[in-house]
């Protein structure tokens, strides 16, 4: 980077989740304690093809690391897909002085910043926000903590009324690509089964699976199902299956949705989303971009943009291991 960066532009595109506001925060922050000016842009790439731009200094992001979602708003662009809406948004981030980006989102977000580098040759820098937890290049992305949190505390609660009723309940959790949130959540809820994407477990034997709980005693019982599950069209048609053959059981679908994203950030995401700011802005005026920051073994680290894309997140082997004891 042949110039100093004096003004750098913050954004957060696609789904929110907890942490976002953090990181926000710790962007601007992170911006003040260098000197630097700071630009937040209103509901993503939408908001940079439109101009909607605001001077952000400390006092602007006071009280809003407690809080869920983003205060800059989110929103998916297809004006943005266009050679025409980037032009578009590159000219005003030039009429507003802006010589770097930070983007806080998942795949989608990345890919928009890493073809509007290559367009212009524009500093970027992402910050992963998304409950999946399906990025390449980090342990951990914004959010996910907070939703597994949330996740295991509805399953709580629904067990209180599968025990109550003898029921057997089927709990969809969010993972339309990726499993962590069921696997991790269906372990730490104690669930009886975990359905997930990158395993098949198959009608047969998730039948032998309640079968045999059935057998040992359990009067109720508690599967979680990522959505993104191949083992049925739909967790409805899984309830019907297993109420066709398995009478006894008086089978509820709980559909958890966006609550999962939804609420304030754990002190785990907290903290990350600070780190993680404060890694994505030095590393600009480091002269670095087209990067990821991300968290590795308690290490913030970073991670070609490319790389993150296009890397695949694999499921810890040893937690199916671990699901597979806890499930006996």
């Not at 897909?81 to 005003?92: I, L, S, V």
């Not at 342990?139 to 029921?167: P, Q």
């Not at 949130?181 to 034997?205: C, K, Q, T, Y």
Request: overall charge negative; charged content about 25%; glycine content about 12%.
């Amino acid at each position: 980077m042949s110039k100093t960066i004096k003004k750098i532009g913050v954004l957060t595109s696609g789904g929110d989740s907890p942490g976002m506001n953090a990181a926000i925060r710790s962007v601007v922050r992170t911006c003040a304690y260098h000197n630097l000016e700071c630009i937040g842009i209103y509901r993503g790439y939408q908001g940079m093809i439109e101009g909607d731009f605001k001077e952000m200094g400390p006092r602007s992001v006071n009280n809003i690391v407690n809080k869920g979602g983003t205060i800059l708003k989110s929103a998916r662009s297809k004006d943005f897909m266009t050679p025409e809406g980037r032009k578009k948004a590159h000219d005003h981030l030039v009429k507003a002085g802006v010589e770097a980006l930070v983007v806080i989102g998942g795949d989608g977000t990345f890919t928009g910043a890493e073809v509007f580098n290559k367009d212009y040759g524009f500093p970027v820098m992402g910050i992963p926000g998304t409950i999946d937890n399906d990025i390449f290049g980090t342990s951990h992305t914004l959010g996910y903590d907070t939703a597994l949190n949330t996740v295991v505390d509805v399953i709580d609660k629904i067990r209180d009324t599968a025990s109550s009723h003898n029921r057997l309940f089927f709990v969809e959790v969010m993972g339309r690509d990726a499993g962590h949130i069921a696997l991790n959540a269906g372990i730490g809820a104690g669930a009886e089964e975990i359905l997930i994407p990158e395993e098949d477990l198959g009608l047969e034997r998730l039948l032998d699976s309640l079968k045999k709980s059935k057998a040992s005693g359990k009067s109720s019982s508690i599967v979680v199902i990522a959505e993104g599950d191949k083992i049925g069209k739909n967790v409805f048609e899984l309830k019907d299956y297993v109420e066709t053959h398995m009478p006894e059981y008086d089978v509820r679908v709980s559909v958890l949705g966006h609550m999962q994203r939804g609420g304030a950030p754990s002190c785990f995401d907290r903290v990350l989303a600070s780190r993680l700011g404060v890694k994505a802005v030095e590393s600009i005026l480091e002269g670095k971009s087209n990067y990821m920051v991300g968290i590795l073994g308690d290490k913030i680290t970073l991670t070609p943009l490319e790389q993150a894309i296009k890397g695949h997140s694999e499921i810890d082997r040893e937690l199916l291991r671990v699901s597979d004891i806890m499930t006996t």
